[in-house]
């Protein structure tokens, strides 16, 4: 048993009162203590912006990289050592725009990690700027006649580019948050989490009660194996006024990226001796 | 002559690579040096493609004089018939390139492809070729039959018509009565067999005997080769090795890796360089270590891909913001490929720091002879690293004296720490005070003091003192050892300082004995604006009295080198 207070670290806080980010830690502490995973066995790596510093804040190994890499350093460290539960976290401008590349690789290999997305819809960190996920219109410090540029999809992108578990969350609905959380982490192969919240400094427009008013859970007996009704369920919202729809769109069970390397069926690399030979390939080469 | 030069020229797609290494390694086997170097164009067909086998006793390097031109098409012997020595041959095939004449130049038309297509295959010309080259140096045909054999291994029938053609092209040259006079003496020595390696896969070899666990890299012109050996031998030797979306998820997948605990490196040249910059400070920031292979090429941006130059050193000496240790280390050789990779590993992992090898497209893609590579010549050590438990309660970044902290690996109990690429404590939490600062600043810096120690002096060749020091680094020594060889035998007192350890430079008072010794000083080095002259002016305090720099693409010559140095002792036209 793991008590989810595991997971506490002593420390001062830089988050706003009342910012998402709050609900994601808290529900990330809760889902890897109830799978029983110890702080030491697990990792998260996470980019650069107020919700990458989660690392700081919670007790697990952490790695703080730079602006939209989180997942390439997450996928090394888990193909060097599988025994451990990777989840790398980050927010919407480091995942879906400076790190869009890596975000649709990681969803094709199908690497067994968990990737978690603060979308708070602004950049926080850096005082307010438009970010990938910021509606058409709106005004940011960046965009001081309103956004010229319509949001991106997410959810479209992860379905389409191979993702075997796709989720929406809301940072206002712990339960459901929590729960998710927990069926990602669990999930064999790449998981991913869009999490709407609040920005309560820089966005002013999606606050925690514009979503209140908007958000659905799916219906229990929603298909999620189904790639065709989880693509039209994540084209229901677009951003704009409506109704939302949170929780699992699309699961499927697919074989992960290292089920495919026979290196790694004797034990994770980390733990092989380093004992390589090659003087029978020199022998190649005469 | 003490030396064969034979090249063979054509377009893309016509089997190039293939004749030349098959040649290389018939004199690699009959204990001769080889140097195997290759040029192309940046496409997978047509255009001009040639492999060059210059064969000697003890020669390092290419040479202009051709002594055999193999000529698949016209446009080689438009290309290369000026490069002819006096009694060279151009070899070409009539049915393809109407008969030609040079008055000063010896032909020698055979009919190659239509022996070819009676051997079983026309694709088997080339072969023909290589048979009728044996004839004329007069080496019998069991050695080439036997890298015949052994090149086709997979298909019976393809070695059967390849050692029937070879025996045709033999015999018509026999039959014609035609040779060439050289290495008579050097064939009739019985030496030992020697390996021929190119610098890529002796890189990699080096790679999989240090214990590199994990390879990640994108495909880029002239390190891809790198990527396809390590790629090859993953399952055998228990690693992985991941093509990535960029060199950024490159460089950062192997910075995950290691963070985890195993050995890791990625590879690519100048343009993925400057992909990686970003990670290569969060290399440095987080004491990740990591070892980086670039393979230089002409830039900026796309430049020539496919041919050679020295001109990143200064770009990764410097790249990234802010200031930190790394170290670049510029293999000269074939040996220095294996074994550097393998320092590299234990450099980066004892100071936790970012380690680059900086080879070039000379370097990587040639292939040279070596006699052996020892295995156990650089055994591994992984510096202070804790991966059960921590005894330092997750201090990762704990104040030292020697800088170094002990490198936690997650999954130790009593480990956890953050690492990051913020400014830190010593447990990795951010910490932007001036006093953590300069700390920690201090700490990491501190690490310079014996790191500083185990970095060696350059080499030096030929005369220890005398009349001119030839200095370079990297590959270009390969053709300064040949110049020395060469001015020794015309009287002149020369020696090649040569350059392997680039950063931190070398103790630069023991640097200045060494020059010291030497009345005159030409610095050789392939880029346009001398940057390793100026690292050199900036460490030393000293200025050279002449210098070769060439940026053609092409490699420096030795005759090169040769000219450079009589016209400087001449008191010839000081371009310094």
Known sequence: ?286 | MTNLNWLIGGPAGAGIKVTGLILSKTFSRLGLNVFGYTEYPSLARGGHNNFNVHVSKNKKSIAKKLDVLIALDKNTIELHKDKMSSSGIIIYDPAKIENIEFPNIQTLPLPLKEVATECGSALAQNTVALGATMALIGIELDTLNSVIENVFSKKAKIVDVNISAAKKGYELVKEKNISLNCLTDELKEKIEPKLLISGNEAISLGAIQAGCKFYAAYPMTPASSILHFMAGKAREFDFIVKQTEDEIAAINATIGASYAGVRAMTATSGGGFCLMTEGLGLAAESETPIVIVNAMRPGPSTGMPTWTDQSDLRFVSHASQGEFLSVVIAPCDMKDCFYETMNAFNIAENYQIPVIVLTDKLLSESYGTVDELDVNRIGIDRGVIESTTSSYGGKRYLFTDTGVSPRIIPGAVDGIHVATGNEHDEYGEIDASSENRVKMQDKRYRKLESLQKIIPLPKVYGSESGEVGIICWGSTKLSALDAQEKLEKLGYNVGVVCFKYILPFPDSEDVRKILKRFNKLIMVEANYTGQFLGMFRENLLIDVDDKLLKYDGRPIYPEEIVEKVKSVLSGGENNG
């Open chain 1, 1 to 286: 048993m793991v008590d989810a207070s595991e997971y506490n670290k002593k420390c001062d806080c830089d988050w706003c009162p009342g910012c998402g980010n709050f609900s994601v830690m808290v529900a990330l502490k809760n889902s890897l203590a109830r799978l029983g995973i110890k702080p030491h066995e697990s990792v998260l790596v996470s980019g650069i912006g107020c919700s990458s510093k989660t690392p700081h804040w919670m007790n697990m190994y952490g790695f703080h990289g730079i602006h939209g890499r989180a997942l390439p350093i997450a996928t090394g460290v888990k193909l060097a050592n599988s025994e451990l539960t990777v989840v790398a976290a980050g927010g919407d401008g480091d995942g879906y725009g400076i790190g869009l590349n890596h975000f649709m690789q990681s969803c094709k290999r199908n690497i067994n990690l968990t990737y978690i997305v603060h979308n708070n819809r602004i950049y926080g960190l850096t005082t307010g700027q438009a970010s990938p996920t910021t509606n058409k219109g709106t005004i940011t410090r960046s965009t001081p006649f309103g956004n010229p540029e319509e949001p991106i999809n997410p959810l479209l992108i992860a379905i389409s580019s191979g993702a075997t578990f796709v989720a929406r969350g809301f940072s206002g609905n712990l339960a459901q948050l929590q729960e998710l959380v927990k069926e990602a982490i669990a999930h064999k192969g790449f998981a991913f989490i869009d999490v709407l919240m609040p920005c309560v400094t820089f966005n002013r427009m999606n606050s925690i009660e514009w979503y209140r008013e908007r958000v659905s859970p799916i219906n229990s007996d929603h298909d999620f194996s189904d790639k065709e009704k989880a693509l039209s369920l994540a084209l229901k919202w677009n951003g704009e006024d409506g109704e939302i729809p949170t929780g699992i769109f699309y699961k499927i069970d697919n074989p992960t990226y290292s089920d495919g390397l026979p290196q790694l069926s004797s034990g994770a690399l980390v733990k092989k001796k380093l004992d390589a030979d090659v003087s029978d390939v020199l022998k190649e080469f005469m």
